[in-house]
């Protein structure tokens, strides 16, 4: 009797709230987490918001993995969630699901949010349905990065065939302001040389800055841009500043992400143009 391989699953969640105290101090509310998504808090340097480090246990993603992660701050409260590294997705089995990563995030009335992902890898054959879900209350603002890497190049790597499905959907007050989304499914070195595609990059960022004064970042963050020559662009929508970087070098791209986030969140916040320390070792 052939009996059918059932293969394990990761199936992680983590649910993460912030809120602030009669003192002004922002403080952790409430935890969840299931394996594989585990939640740290390392000691951040003065002045910072509270910091929380979202790591996977598994040492990566495959086809039919989940995690969902909630990344709530509450009003007032000031709070930064990052990845601990670079996320490795591998190469889904025949007729496995996509990997499902979704991110959902609130915050509320004088809140600032910071969700401050690392790359994700994506080898030959991955499969990943990614979905970033903002919902922000007037008076809130927000800094947001996902990046995503289509082999390594210093290791000889090329993502011939797979598919990647990158959404985003922004909200505010309850009403959407913006709502994008990438799809590459099959032969994906011509779909990145298609017109309005990579061109010759392998690596890309969205990284997003909602508030009421994005229009004051708009001049120096297109300044950041001049040196990264034609694959980069910054839009304006109301109070939500859009950037968009492409490279054919990850590492370069990287450095660019660290050096434009760290201008937002300085121009925006006082804050250190330095990003969370994981983002160095």
């Not at 909200?171 to 989304?181: M, N, Q, V």
């Not at 890309?204 to 970042?217: P, R």
Request: charged letters at 20%; proline letters at 4%; aromatic letters at 4%.
């Amino acid at each position: 009797m052939n009996v059918a391989l059932r293969h394990q699953r990761a199936d992680g969640a983590a649910i993460l709230a912030v809120g602030c105290d009669g003192a002004g101090v922002s403080r952790l509310r409430d935890l969840y987490q299931r394996a594989p998504c585990r939640v740290l808090f390392p000691e951040g340097d003065p002045g910072e918001p509270l910091q929380a480090v979202l790591l996977t246990t598994s040492g990566g993603l495959t086809g039919g993995d989940r995690t969902s992660v909630e990344f709530n701050v509450g009003v007032g409260a000031h709070a930064t969630l990052t990845t601990q590294a670079a996320e490795k997705l591998y190469r889904a089995l025949p007729g496995a699901a996509a990997v499902e990563c979704a991110v959902t995030l609130t915050a509320g009335s004088g809140a600032w949010a910071e969700w401050l992902a690392q790359e994700t890898i994506l080898f030959n054959g991955a499969r990943l349905r990614r979905a970033f879900c903002a919902e922000l209350e007037p008076g809130s603002r927000m800094l947001a990065v996902e990046s995503v890497v289509l082999g390594r190049k210093a290791m000889g790597e090329e993502v011939q065939v797979g598919m990647l499905h990158d959404s985003w959907r922004i909200s505010r007050g309850g009403r959407l302001i913006w709502a994008d989304a990438m799809r590459l499914e099959g032969d994906i070195p011509r779909l990145r040389r298609a017109p309005f595609g990579f061109g010759h990059a392998i690596a890309c960022t969205t990284m997003l800055y909602a508030g009421e004064d994005a229009g004051a970042l708009l001049e120096p963050v297109r300044d950041l841009l001049e040196d990264g020559g034609d694959q980069s662009g910054v839009t304006l929508l109301d109070d939500l500043l859009i950037t968009r970087l492409l490279d054919d070098d990850a590492q370069r791209l990287r450095a660019r992400v660290v050096s434009i986030a760290g201008a937002i969140r300085h121009l925006a916040a006082g804050l250190s143009r330095t990003l969370p320390r994981v983002w160095h070792c």
